[in-house]
């Protein structure tokens, strides 16, 4: 299996951007989380799903962020419109069970937001 | 505030010492997690504690963990220089709390040849 495929690797744009992460979890794994990792506040919980259905977006900053999972095969995190302090790491993770065991995480994408 | 703190932020060693890093959390747990990340790259899980556990060996690491005091511990033997990677606890806090494991701040560990 090819794991967590996240695209793009990295993503450099201009404030007030749209931005579009990209994410592929591992076939048959039924949960996905979208993680953001900075050197000021670590890895923080954004959103997950179970099913395709978002379970708890408690995480997700505001309302300039939003996720979508149309399939068990492909989700999107879209930044709209992006600020330079939402540069960061994002992460996303599959899980083949609802429960909290042994994520699998995907490379990242790199957002530089200028 | 986050759930887990490493302990120490940063520790450095030479090739075949054993490297220990040390988990605290604030709130009960379901069980514990220690992953790797590799500068650059994902996580990676290394290995999954219970609450009704203490102790749990996966090569050469051994996790340990005291509910009472609320913390764990990670020991790698024998570390190489591929051990060199930022290590973090994560937490899985109760039973409203699926699906949200939240993770500590890290200890970056570097192993010398």
């Known amino acids: 299996d090819a794991g967590v495929i996240q695209s793009p690797r990295h993503e450099v744009t201009e404030m007030g951007q749209e931005v579009t992460l990209r994410c592929k979890p591992i076939s048959g794994h039924n949960s996905l989380f979208w993680y953001r990792q900075t050197m000021m506040r670590g890895l923080e919980l954004l959103i997950y799903?179970?099913?395709?259905?978002?379970?708890?977006d408690s995480g997700m900053p505001e309302d300039r962020f939003s996720a979508k999972m149309p399939n068990a095969s492909f989700s999107t995190l879209k930044i709209q419109p992006s600020e330079p302090r939402d540069s960061a790491v994002y992460f996303c993770a599959s899980s083949p069970r609802a429960t909290n065991e042994k994520l699998f995480f995907g490379s990242g994408t790199q957002l530089s937001v200028l | 505030s986050q759930q887990g703190e490493e302990d120490p932020q940063a520790l450095s060693i030479q090739e075949g010492e054993n490297a220990t890093m040390n988990c605290s959390y604030k709130t009960s747990i379901n069980n514990l997690q220690w992953y790797r990340q590799n500068s650059g790259r994902g996580l990676v899980h290394l290995i999954l504690?219970?609450?009704?556990?203490r102790e749990k060996h996966s090569g050469r690491l051994r996790v340990t963990l005291d509910t009472s005091k609320k913390s764990s511990s990670l020991l790698i033997t024998a570390s190489r220089a591929a051990d060199t990677a930022s290590y973090f606890c994560?937490?899985?806090?109760?039973?409203?709390?699926?699906?949200?494991?939240?993770f500590g701040a890290g200890t970056q560990v570097v192993v010398t040849p």
């Open positions: 994560a937490t899985d806090v109760g039973a409203d709390s699926w699906g949200k494991l939240q």
């Open positions: 799903f179970n099913n395709n259905v978002p379970i708890d």
């Open positions: 504690i219970r609450s009704n556990e």
